[in-house]
């Protein structure tokens, strides 16, 4: 399914922005749920990806991880490593170190990264 957040007119775009902020609502880990609307604009607005990464980089995980939490962080941490800046690395780097310390089941964690690996 892909979501049109970025489409030109501006009613999809709403509707596409809301259905996502809809799809969030099934996470389940409090750690990430306060930062679940700046991973929605990230995705509506790419340019916002260092700013959200800062905000993620600064929260200390220490809830379990669990799929679908896995299935909203992972591509904002792929999208935020091709960034040109040294700092989003790191941060992004910080993120997934403490985030995978979380996952408590190592075929989890497997299934969200090879996706991306390539």
Do not use: H
């Amino acid at each position: 399914m892909q979501i049109q957040l970025q489409d030109t007119k501006r009613d999809v775009a709403e509707r596409a922005n809301k259905l996502a902020l809809q799809i969030c609502g099934v996470l389940s880990n409090p750690d990430v749920l306060p930062f679940t609307p700046d991973i929605v604009r990230c995705m509506a607005a790419p340019t916002s990806v260092p700013e959200v990464v800062k905000k993620l980089s600064s929260n200390v995980w220490v809830r379990d991880v669990d799929g679908p939490t896995l299935a909203v962080v992972v591509p904002l941490l792929v999208r935020a490593l091709g960034e040109r800046s040294n700092t989003t690395q790191r941060q992004v780097t910080l993120i997934a170190t403490n985030l995978f310390k979380m996952v408590r089941t190592p075929d989890l964690a497997g299934a969200s990264v090879p996706r991306y690996a390539s």
